[in-house]
């Protein structure tokens, strides 16, 4: 059973928990976007109020157990606890070694795992085996002495694994005169069989003992014996494994050898729930059978499974259900949708409605809702409708129709204004109505929920103008592996972040940066540096020079560091002075990007270097129309007609221009260059010394680069010996 | 003499492709390199590797976590079916949750633990995954020294690192390991440089990383030059099979020969 139970935890494992990365380093990437926020997993990764009563907008990526919760409060209107069995409960050895410390001083070491076949570990006691042993020794304390006490324990720290003694001496106990104590070794025996995989002899005693109606342990050994079938199930199955291989012959003996066992099983724990007698046992007893159902007849074991879901309200009876259920579901899923179609519970139907990018087959949530007119349906009909459907008046009337206090109010207006926009209504009223319903909602309170209207919003903006005003989302996580969020911050939509870098040429960016307060400060900056960079690559310094006093306007070291820029006359003297000035920035870019992101978030300096190796830019990868439209996520029509024709062909070809560049070549050889016409200028040393540096911490490189990185050490050495800067340059990368 | 460059071209392609199917012909032979599989948590059945003289497996044993000053392992739960005569290396992997550096009784728990995962019938060395970060190097070095005291001197002990750790002049060398595997793949910005073979001219000449390099099957492969004459630790995505292991091998081959080849 506990094989059993093992696997049921591996799946769950798999089936619940987050995805695991290999190495390292990890960057954070901040969620806001829609379409960030609705592939996430969980609900509480935004919302840790989550509830069944209070779902927020229903997303058909998350979890099953997620969506369970949304469907029992959209169906029944009612929140429930869910308890996952397999959860470890890593203080269940802990209460039983503290118990025993309230009558030994010795120490004892208790592992909860033992080594099975191929190198695999298998939990061997389980924690209700620790309860009871604790609970036992409390309640034997009050009855025995010293010694028996001290005779009970020993038996028990056998039964745990701790020590070898004299458990199995049968004339051992011949000597103890307490019969309870008789009896308890007794039962302890038939337990060290067990956990030590003797399974034919814990049997054994276990019926023994539970045919004495006399016997305390009575019940429980007679629900023991079936566990010990169950455990040996499994290991017929690996022997038979080990004894046939792992191909197809050998896996098939194996099931059959488990199978055989585990329908013993299933008589045995029939019998226990048929006698009246062992009653106290009967929910374990039911669970077991469960279990046994799982394997060999999985079908009814959905189906039962999902019935028990429809009203269950104990958490651990629901949790136990669904962990079997959310197994067996994403089995039918991939093998065998028609079952769930034709067979499925309302749940299981639901499920696969939401979950399905089309109505499949057709009309059929649709009609679903025309037959029960429950809410679970009409949401999952509003997120797969189309145009052409009969029923569509009736559900978009519905939807509009629920009241605020209502699960459904945020799932059912989210997809009623999803579909309004995907099917091209008329634009002007949506934002009317979009407008409407956004000023009731609290953006503190609800901002993942509040980001993905204003999405809709931005959507269906008349001009590029008032999307860019409606794209700044509040993060909602950070998914990073070492960092949490702490405070409130603001980026733009990652669409328009892709617009900004794929669709829209410098003289848009000059002109979206040099007007006022459209952005916060952070994003305005970052912005403006990202500008000023295309701006110089693509030799247009006037607007560099635009951008760079107004950056200047209210920070007194960029208005120090801007200065030689701004002050330089000739052509040559500008872009040396420019370089000069993205080698003191290492952060510059010229897109936005993750790292962008991270820079408004932390507020981190341009001017130090990331360890990481994101310093300057990389060469744009141009994308193609069809990579474009990818990145704008779905909603390319929407956002492209927003731009003035021509727009997008000339930030084409900026980017491909872009793309020719270089970081650490381009600054160095521009140094370089400088460097031999005007030797005098006090900068060259130093900016020699950064261009070299920059050789090193470009995060691009490629085969040219140490080329421009000894010549810019040569001329600094040659040229400038005993210069603090030539000093510091002891080597060319 | 556009002909003459495209079938000088086209014969060395043809050249590096017959020789590296007449080598491996899905075995790695004496003149490949010494190849060792990653078997992670997963059920792994890699009897396929029957014949195998120069592969070795290298199997998630485990996990150990550090949390709320608690030393909690995990061992492995899946099946690892390997032919007899196959190496075997047990891999603990060690993650550190407690934002805390882990203190001398917790590091005592992970050696014990360690030590009884690889010191087993049948497993021949023992190696550490841990993405180690410079704040904790104090700690994994005392974990590594007392775990080396532990280990039979006849076990190797090896370790991976990230491949920024892997220059000449790391912190990695003052280690008592036997090999630092440096993991060539989900290495972030660097990447780029590593796959074009520009990451500097120290890039894994720390002494201990010059034995060996990780890789991942799911990744481009890195620059030649940082495979050759390597031991590979080869990384799976998914459940080894035959066909991804003589896949591997291929490509593995190609890539170092068409690098070596002028």
Redesign the interface.
């Known amino acids: 059973m506990k094989r059993l139970s093992l696997t049921a935890t591996c799946l769950l494992y798999i089936l619940f928990s987050l995805p695991l990365w290999a190495c390292g380093p990890y960057f954070p990437d901040y969620i806001r976007s829609a379409e960030q926020i609705s592939p996430l997993r969980s609900p509480y990764t935004y919302n840790e109020s989550f509830s069944g009563t209070s779902p927020g907008i229903i997303f058909p990526s998350w979890r099953i157990m997620f969506l369970y919760q949304a469907y029992r409060g959209l169906a029944n209107g009612d929140a429930h606890m869910i308890s996952l069995p397999g959860a470890i409960d890593k203080t269940a050895h802990l209460d039983w070694l503290a118990a025993r410390k309230s009558v030994t001083d010795k120490d004892a070491q208790v592992n909860r795992w033992a080594e099975g076949e191929y190198f695999a570990y298998f939990r061997n006691y389980l924690d209700d085996a620790f309860y009871t042993a604790a609970n036992t020794l409390n309640e034997r304390k009050k009855v025995f002495n010293r010694q028996e006490m001290d005779i009970w324990l020993e038996g028990q720290d056998e039964v745990f694994g701790s020590i070898e003694g004299r458990l199995f001496d049968e004339e051992f106990d011949r000597d103890i005169a307490n019969p309870l104590l008789k009896q308890d070794r007794e039962y302890q025996r038939a337990a060290a069989c067990f956990y030590a995989r003797r399974y034919q002899e814990a049997e054994e005693r276990f019926r023994e003992i539970s045919e004495n109606p006399e016997h305390p342990w009575r019940i429980y050994s007679a629900l023991a014996a079936c566990r010990t079938l169950m455990r040996r199930a499994n290991a017929e199955h690996d022997a038979e494994l080990k004894k046939y291989g792992t191909r197809e012959e050998g896996r098939k003996k194996a099931v059959a050898a488990r199978d055989t066992w585990l329908r013993k099983a299933d008589d045995c724990l029939e019998s226990v729930l048929k006698d009246t007698t062992l009653e106290p046992v009967h929910p374990s007893a039911g669970r077991l059978r469960e279990y046994i159902m799982f394997r060999l007849e999985p079908l009814k074991r959905f189906a039962e499974a999902e019935n028990v879901l429809l009203s269950a309200i104990s958490p651990s009876e629901i949790g136990w259900n669904l962990s079997d259920f959310a197994i067996l579901y994403s089995g039918l899923k991939q093998k065998d949708k028609d079952f769930i179609i034709q067979n499925g519970g309302d749940f299981s139907q639901w499920l696969m409605a939401m979950q399905s990018e089309i109505e499949e087959p057709a009309g059929f949530a649709a009609k679903k809702w025309g037959e029960k007119k429950s809410l679970p349906w009409l949401i999952a009909s509003l997120k797969t409708m189309s145009p052409d459907s009969p029923w569509i008046g009736g559900i978009l009337q519905e939807a509009l129709e629920i009241p605020a206090d209502s699960p459904a109010y945020m799932s059912a207006r989210y997809y009623y204004f999803s579909y309004l926009v995907k099917s091209g209504f008329d634009r002007e009223k949506l934002a009317e109505q979009l407008d409407s319903f956004i000023g009731t909602l609290d953006r503190g309170k609800a901002p993942a929920e509040w980001n993905c209207f204003a999405d809709l919003r931005m959507l269906v903006s008349p001009s590029l103008e008032e999307a860019l005003q409606r794209s700044l989302r509040k993060v909602v996580a950070a998914h990073d592996d070492y960092e949490t969020l702490s405070g409130d911050f603001e980026l733009l939509d990652k669409k328009i972040q892709s617009m900004f870098n794929e669709c829209m040429p410098l003289e848009k960016w000059a002109e979206i940066v040099l007007q006022e307060g459209l952005f916060t400060p952070g994003i305005m900056k970052q912005l403006s540096f990202t500008a000023f960079t295309r701006a110089v690559l693509l030799n247009d310094f006037p607007a560099a020079e635009k951008i760079a006093s107004k950056l200047s306007e209210t920070d007194a070291q960029l208005k120090k560091d801007f200065s030689g820029f701004l002050e330089s006359s000739t052509f040559g003297e500008k872009k040396f002075s420019a370089v000069f000035f993205m080698l003191n920035y290492p952060r510059l870019n010229t897109i936005l990007d993750s790292a962008a992101d991270e820079i408004i978030v932390k507020n981190l300096p341009l001017n130090i270097r990331d360890i990481y190796r994101r310093n300057w830019w990389r060469p744009y990868e141009t994308s193609s129309p069809a990579g474009q439209r990818e990145n704008l996520q779905g909603h390319a029509e929407e956002l492209l007609q927003l731009l003035p024709e021509g727009l997008i062909e000339k930030a084409q070809e900026e980017n491909r221009l872009l793309s020719d560049i270089a970081a650490p070549n381009y600054l160095a050889d521009t140094v370089i260059k400088y460097a031999s016409e005007n030797p005098k200028d006090p900068r060259v040393p130093k900016a020699l010394h950064l261009a070299v540096q920059a050789t090193r911490y470009a995060g691009f490189k490629d085969e040219e680069t140490s080329r421009y990185s000894r010549k810019a050490f040569q001329i600094l050495h040659r040229g400038y010996p005993g210069n603090e800067w030539t000093e510091k340059t002891p080597y060319w990368y | 003499m556009k002909i003459g460059a495209f079938g000088i071209t086209t014969a060395v392609v043809c050249m590096a492709l017959y020789n590296a199917c007449t080598a491996f012909g899905g075995k790695a032979e004496q003149n490949s390199p010494e190849i060792v599989l990653w078997a992670w948590e997963r059920c792994e059945?890699l009897?396929f590797l029957k014949e195998e003289t120069r592969v070795k497996v290298a199997?998630y044993?485990?996990i150990i976590v550090f949390r709320e000053g608690?030393t909690?392992f995990t061992?492995?739960?899946?099946?690892?079916?390997v032919p007899p005569e196959i190496p075997l290396t047990a891999v603990v992997r060690i993650e550190n949750r407690q934002g805390f550096i882990p203190d001398k009784q917790q590091i005592s728990e992970a050696v014990r633990i360690i030590a009884i995962t690889c010191i087993k019938k049948g497993i021949s060395g023992c190696q550490i995954d841990f993405?180690c970060r410079s704040s904790e190097f104090g700690f994994f070095k005392s974990m590594i020294e007392e775990l080396k005291d532990k280990l039979p001197s006849s076990m190797p002990l090896s370790i991976t690192v990230?491949a920024s750790l892997s220059h000449s002049g790391s912190m990695v060398d003052s280690l008592p390991v036997d090999e630092a595997v440096p993991?060539l793949?989900?290495?972030?910005?660097?990447e780029?440089?590593i796959r074009?073979g520009?990451a500097?001219?120290s890039f894994m000449k720390a002494s201990a990383c010059q034995k060996a390099a990780g890789i991942?099957l799911d990744e481009p492969l890195p620059h030649a030059k940082y495979l050759q004459d390597r031991k590979l630790y080869i990384?799976n995505t998914r459940p080894w099979t035959q066909k991804d292991f003589v896949e591997a091998l291929l490509k593995i081959k190609l890539h170092i020969k068409k690098k070596v080849l002028p």
């Open positions: 059945n009897l199997f044993a485990g608690e909690v061992p492995r739960r899946q099946l690892l079916i993405d990230i993991m793949f989900r290495t972030g910005p660097d780029d440089l074009k520009l500097g001219q991942s990384f």
